[in-house]
């Protein structure tokens, strides 16, 4: 099959959306597709180092260039969106000169994952597979003083996403010409249903490679303390306030550490926490570390606990599940979805006040139970393995072989 990529962000040994844009490309190419995969130049001298040590004749990276006065853009803190847009018309033009010789089969997009920006190749009037994206998640607003200053910035993306789904014409026309719009959250499928899309599909983003896993299923024994960790960007949607409140409430007669790896905007901010909630002795603080050491943690640790207050379909979920852990989260948006029932605890999101006494509650009840953590962490492994790469892109590859084939028999009837 000919297969045309769009994946902006893309980058080979790299996390979230640039490293999910490379291993679609590399994945469907694996699959043996000749894959043309476009990109913009951000990454160009790993992706070529990366495609010459693979040698793979089907994987053919394009890269879309832009003015440089557009990728000055990227200094402001909105410039991603005009950058985008404007990238998305210029990769549709160098799709069509390229549809021009080889005639693709099929085209995905696959980044930018956010329903709202859609994209420009809708206009190829090609079977079309639009996602996983996300994009419809917004952050409760009882919980905003968890933002502190960064609250306001929830305010204007939520005004830009409104704004996008009304004027952006890229997006209802997607929504529209896609054989199939993958969504990898709740409230992001609800949004493209409601917007026009004829064929939606919940299917996560998130995957790993077979490599991240352990040599080893961790076998963890009880201790007197629990070891909770928390691995994440110092965002103020990924939630730490409010854990850090929620682990103050927690019996002073169940011990635990809490340990911290990420840094980020709340940098400054972490220190004042942890002494507001009088968590000294209880948080240790890593700030940003080296990717064995990650790993190291999820192995030595007994609980994921990550609350993030808006998330697609947040990575570390299935991180933590593949080293065997229970996760405690909230279930709100990527982690109502992504983390099976029984694979850990998810508190309902109800008034800041009931959420904070219910998580604490959950450490608690988890502390006691060693049985369950034990039980918890063994479904969370059997689950992740349904979302290697391997496993997604062969799955994504029935998608193909259906609509390409759907869309062939359309065309040859209707013309």
Not at 12 to 37: D, I, Q, S
Not at 385 to 398: A, D, G, L, M, R
Request: glycine letters at 6%.
């Amino acid at each position: 099959m000919k297969l045309l990529l769009s994946a902006y962000a893309c980058e080979p040994n790299r996390g979230t959306e640039l490293g999910n844009g490379w291993n679609w490309a590399l994945n469907t190419a694996k699959l043996g597709h000749e894959v043309w995969c476009l990109t913009t130049v951000e990454g160009k001298a790993s992706i070529e180092k990366e495609v010459e040590k693979l040698n793979m004749p089907n994987l053919h990276i394009v890269f879309v260039e832009v003015p440089k006065l557009v990728d000055k853009l990227f200094e402001y803190h909105l410039g991603f969106y005009p950058h985008y847009l404007y990238w998305q018309q210029q990769a549709y033009k160098k799709a069509k000169e390229l549809d021009k010789q080889i005639n693709f089969d099929l085209v995905h997009h696959v980044t930018i994952g956010s329903l709202q920006l859609g994209t420009a190749l809708w206009r190829l009037n090609k079977p079309l597979i639009f996602g996983p994206a996300g994009g419809g998640q917004e952050a409760p607003r009882a919980f905003k003083k968890y933002f502190y200053g960064w609250w306001k910035t929830e305010v204007i993306r939520s005004w830009i996403s409104k704004l996008l789904l009304r004027v952006n014409p890229d997006f209802r026309k997607t929504m529209r010409n896609s054989s199939l719009v993958l969504t990898t959250n709740e409230d992001t499928y609800n949004m493209a249903r409601d917007n026009g899309a004829l064929n939606p599909q919940m299917f996560l983003d998130t995957s790993l490679p077979e490599s991240f896993y352990p040599e080893a299923y961790p076998e963890r024994p009880p201790t007197e303390e629990l070891k909770i960790l928390w691995v994440g960007r110092l965002f103020a949607r990924k939630g730490l306030p409010l854990v850090l409140e929620a682990l103050s409430k927690v019996s002073p007669d169940v011990p635990f550490k809490l340990t911290i790896l990420g840094d980020g905007h709340m940098h400054d901010l972490v220190p004042e926490l942890i002494q507001k909630y009088n968590l000294q002795n209880k948080v240790d603080w890593k700030g940003q570390v080296p990717w064995d050491e990650v790993k190291r943690a999820y192995t030595k640790s007994d609980l994921f606990m990550f609350c993030s207050l808006r998330d697609s379909s947040a990575a570390q979920f299935l991180e933590s599940m593949a080293y065997g852990l229970p996760i405690l989260t909230l279930d709100l948006h990527g982690g109502k979805n992504l983390v099976p029932d029984n694979a850990g605890i998810k508190i309902s999101v109800t008034t800041p006040e009931e959420t904070v006494d219910r998580l604490a509650k959950a450490v608690e009840q988890l502390y006691y139970n060693p049985e369950l953590r034990v039980q918890m962490g063994r479904n969370g492994y059997t689950f992740s393995k349904s979302q290697t790469w391997p496993v997604k892109t062969k799955h994504i590859n029935e998608f193909y072989n259906k609509y390409t084939l759907a869309d062939t028999v359309k065309l040859s009837v209707t013309y």
